[in-house]
């Protein structure tokens, strides 16, 4: 670019940064400030004064929404403002929104910002997700920008900005936006709203961290809802709820608290029912759930665990991520991430490890042989006649359904799962409201001869049965009626 052109583009460049200047100028005209409310509110110039801020997760913004109101009101209420400047608001930092407050009026007061967030199964909060609390603590004037995370503009997580009115050198713990933040901290902890509830966590769109939580309704059921071999029920539930119940007298007792489950059995045999049964007998009490993807959250789920206690967490088809580190070709095996998540809780802690898996022979040693990782292990076989028989009674409750029907029944499924019994009852129902006909023996043999046919051999494999079937059929010829093993809803 030759000496002309050049000095014509800086004059029509600062040409525009003129016209922007009187632009913004004009709208800001009878428009209240952000530097002038801030100053008023604290009494003195923010600019001179030190901002501190805390990062918090962003699946923890609704609490942290819980926590800044319930300080707000513990300190004598205060005035919400928010703040204008589109897009430019996102970019900075609450100190440099204070420092450019002033320039061009480009920060005016506005609406404060919103975001609809769970805060269980069926209810939601209003959250803050850019506002500005005034409002004194402990007699000092303060202010708290408040905004949930924006990965757009580079912000994996939500916080909590704080500037206050007192000794502008201030900077240490013992200054007040310090003692604000840390009691925010606490009140978060104090009425979390993910106390006390079953929760899974999901990713985020951006980022390698949790983006948020999902809420389920707990489960009802009863002992009488699940079969599984003669006393297996009650062990289960006597290392995971048992010692929630009796807490207190171990403790006192000097015995550990934290503990580790392992479910094993063929797929569809129930091992999932069982969680469930287990989450309904602990009302109260914080269940976090991983599977598939999710399990790489392991370190969340037990900080989770480790604060919201007592709590626990399930392991679905853990043997995805405590595979054998011999048949690991990655550079780091999830196995370590749940080894360490046992190991680093303390002894004293109410958080029981749930773990579920199809493969026992994938897992590592490590994870199962060391006291303190899993405690307990037990089989969820495929059901025998008599398990079946019962899961029979269980699924046809209320059906016209023959006690000799559901004799033969047993009898002809060894080798099928509580899955395939289920799938069974369903079609038994599902045919008979195709028929215009009432449920009935003869619907329930027709549906049971073509479930039984080669043609149907797929649905059973994806069902469980799979090649164990005629495994358990001549196992329970050579036992005689009545089999023994047991089976699971």
């Known amino acids: 670019m030759d000496e002309r052109n050049r000095r014509i583009a800086e004059a029509l460049g600062a040409y525009m940064d003129e016209v922007v200047t009187e632009v913004r100028q004009a709208a800001a005209e009878g428009t209240a400030q952000l530097a002038d409310v801030l100053a008023e509110h604290l009494g003195v110039d923010p600019r001179g004064l030190p901002v501190v801020a805390a990062q918090i997760d962003s699946f923890q913004l609704v609490n942290l929404d819980v926590a800044v109101e319930a300080l707000v009101a513990r300190h004598g209420g205060g005035e919400l403002i928010g703040v204008g400047g589109g897009d430019q608001r996102h970019h900075v930092s609450f100190g440099d929104m204070i420092q450019n407050a002033g320039r061009w009026g480009q920060f005016p007061i506005a609406a404060v910002e919103r975001v609809d967030l769970a805060t269980g199964p069926d209810t939601q909060r209003q959250a803050i997700a850019f506002g500005i609390h005034l409002f004194r603590y ?63 966590l999901g990713g985020a769109e951006f980022s390698p961290g949790v983006g948020g939580v999902v809420f389920h309704r707990r489960p009802e059921l009863t002992a009488a809802d699940v079969v599984l071999p003669p006393g297996a029920l009650e062990r289960v539930e006597r290392h995971v709820a048992g010692i929630a119940r ?60 480790r604060a919201l206690q007592p709590a626990i967490v399930v392991l679905e088809d853990c043997d995805l991520v405590a595979e054998h580190r011999d048949f690991h070709h990655g550079a780091r095996p999830l196995l ?23 493969r026992p022979d994938l ?24 398990a079946r028989r019962m899961l029979l009674d269980l699924y ?94």
């Open 138 to 200: 402990d007699g000092t004037p303060v202010a708290v920008l408040q905004r949930q995370a924006n990965m757009q503009f580079g912000r994996s997580g939500a916080s909590a900005e704080v500037v206050a009115a007192d000794d502008p050198g201030v900077t240490s713990t013992s200054g007040v936006a310090a003692r604000l933040l840390a009691e925010v901290r606490r009140l978060m902890l104090e009425h979390s709203v993910f106390r006390g509830q079953v929760l899974s």
């Open 246 to 305: 009796h807490r207190e007298e171990l403790r006192a007792a000097g015995q550990h608290l934290k503990r580790g489950l392992l479910l094993y059995g063929p797929p569809g045999t129930g091992k999932t029912h069982t969680v469930r049964y287990l989450l309904a007998s602990m009302p109260g009490v914080t269940a976090v759930l991983l599977s598939g993807t999710s399990l790489q959250y392991v370190p969340f789920a037990t900080e989770l665990a």
């Open 336 to 358: 370590f991430e749940v080894m360490e998540a046992l190991d680093g809780l303390a002894e004293d802690s109410d958080i029981a490890f749930v773990l579920t898996t199809n």
């Open 363 to 386: 897992l590592e040693t490590a994870l199962v042989q060391r006291p303190g990782r899993v405690d307990l292990a037990v089989q969820i076989p495929l059901p025998d006649r008599t």
């Open 396 to 489: 046809a409750r209320g059906l016209p359904l023959s006690p000799a029907c559901l004799d033969g029944v047993a009898a002809r499924t060894a080798g099928t799962t509580a899955s395939l019994v289920k799938e069974l009852l369903r079609r038994v129902v599902l045919r008979a409201a195709e028929q215009g006909v009432p449920v009935g023996d003869q619907v329930m043999d027709t549906v049971l001869d073509e479930l039984l046919e080669d043609r149907e051999r797929l649905t059973r494999a994806l069902l469980g049965a799979a090649e164990e079937a005629a495994q358990a059929a001549a196992g329970e010829a050579a036992d005689g009626p009545g089999g023994g093993s047991g089976g699971t809803r």
